[in-house]
């Protein structure tokens, strides 16, 4: 049974179950929903007024897009909405000029929608997509950028690579993967689904062509919603998923690359618009802010790392620059029976028998099986303590 801490009052998770997956949904706390419910209302008094652009929305819309474009390290006029990161990703995608025999790289430890996108996109434009072998456990951040290297040639037009990656729970070395980019004239995009509010971010400096990224994963935003940003030099390539009518009708005073991303039809934008509380809920609880929030949240995966380490015979050797607040491990064999069919439902065992939730993946290597918990500021110690006696049971542990 999940223990209470005062954290987790401002959440509406079920107090019972040891919730282990924001990485994936993320959760939203209560006094942000409230606030998007104040929208909600506002926006159902008067549909019109609040919806149309050119009356409350575009103004509503910057007002968001100052806040976060501060949080992020970037210009306002570079940071679209989408709906998420799979959305963004797919925008630049499907917008990028490939020309038959291009090639586009992205990793073993990418975000399987995304390198769906990624094919698709080449498909159609004649192009191909690399995959760059990046070893897990890993030792080194190097080896990111060794494993991508040895994939580029004179072909290669785009770097996709994960901020954090989605199974492996690994801090990627983006700057150092931009800096060898630009060194050879290719772009990179950045899927950030993580980033915000797990770490730090300045992306005037961090050497990048697109980032997109989550609100509603550690930033705590209601579902849906995201952002793009693009430098200045691809803003008139980039076009939105949907194409709507700012495609014809420019808006007075506004880019079209902003025009075009404000307004891809009746949306209901309350989501983007509670992101400020969501960001000012984050940033009260300590004196340093976001930034101690995170490092607070990091330094329990850290904890929780050893644990499982401990706890399951495990070696980890993540270097701590490679740790943010998803933490993976690789799950050990279990005694007496085939890993297979042990890991495959241990998922759901996990669930069903003990009441935690947390998710297993296949691993980058075959035959191989991952275990991803996300540490959140509602979770606690106690919870992966339960989560290893558990996992003992299921695996056979002695
Ligand atoms: C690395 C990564 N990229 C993209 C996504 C997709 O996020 P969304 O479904 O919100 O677009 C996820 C979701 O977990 C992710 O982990």
Redesign the pocket.
């Given at each position: 049974m999940a223990s209470g801490n005062d954290m987790k009052s401002h959440w509406q998770l079920d107090p019972q179950l040891d919730f282990l997956n924001h990485?994936?949904f993320g959760a939203v706390p209560t006094v942000v929903l409230q606030v998007q419910q104040a929208f909600r209302d506002q926006l159902e008094s008067d549909p019109i007024r609040f919806l149309a652009p050119e009356r409350e929305l575009e103004p509503k819309l910057d007002h968001v897009r100052g806040v976060l474009a501060d949080l992020v390290g970037a210009d306002d006029r570079d940071v679209a909405f989408v709906l998420?990161?799979?959305?963004g990703v797919n925008a630049v995608l499907r917008s990028f000029p490939f020309v038959d025999g291009d090639e586009i790289v992205v990793t073993n430890h990418g975000?399987n929608?995304?390198i769906n996108a990624a094919e698709f996109a080449a498909q159609r434009g004649g192009a191909t997509v690399r995959v760059a072998n990046v070893p897990f456990p890993i030792r080194d951040p190097g080896q990111v950028v060794d494993a991508i290297d040895h994939q580029l040639n004179d072909r290669t037009r785009l770097i996709m690579i994960?901020h954090?990656?989605?199974p492996t729970g690994l801090v990627f070395p983006v700057a150092a993967v931009a800096e060898l980019a630009k060194s050879r004239g290719i772009r990179v995009l950045v899927?950030g689904?993580?980033g915000p509010g797990m770490v730090p971010l300045d992306l005037r400096s961090l050497g990048v062509d697109y980032y997109t990224a989550?609100h509603?994963k550690w930033l705590c935003a209601p579902k849906v919603s995201?952002f793009l940003w693009v430098h200045p030099q691809w803003q008139r390539e980039v076009r939105p998923t949907i194409i709507s009518h700012a495609a014809n009708r420019p808006r007075p005073g506004r880019s079209q690359f902003l025009a075009e991303f404000d307004w891809k039809g009746t949306f209901d934008p309350t989501p983007i618009l509670a992101l400020p509380k969501a960001i000012e809920f984050l940033s009260s609880f300590y004196p340093g802010g976001l930034d101690q929030w995170m490092q607070v949240n990091r330094n329990l995966a850290i904890d929780a790392l050893g644990l499982l380490s401990s706890g399951l015979g495990i070696e980890v050797t993540t270097p701590p620059e490679m740790i943010g607040s998803l933490v993976t491990v690789p799950l050990p064999k279990p005694e007496n029976a085939n890993a297979g069919e042990v890991h495959e439902t241990l998922q759901s065992r996990l669930r069903q028998r003990y009441n935690i939730e947390c998710p297993v993946f296949p691993g980058v290597q075959p035959n191989t099986y991952l275990l991803r918990i996300a540490l959140q500021a509602y979770n606690d110690l106690d919870q992966v303590h339960r989560l290893v006696a558990a996992l003992r049971d299921e695996l056979g542990l002695s």
């Open positions: 990485g994936s998420n990161a799979t959305d975000y929608a995304c994960d954090i990656t989605s899927d689904a993580h989550n509603h995201g």
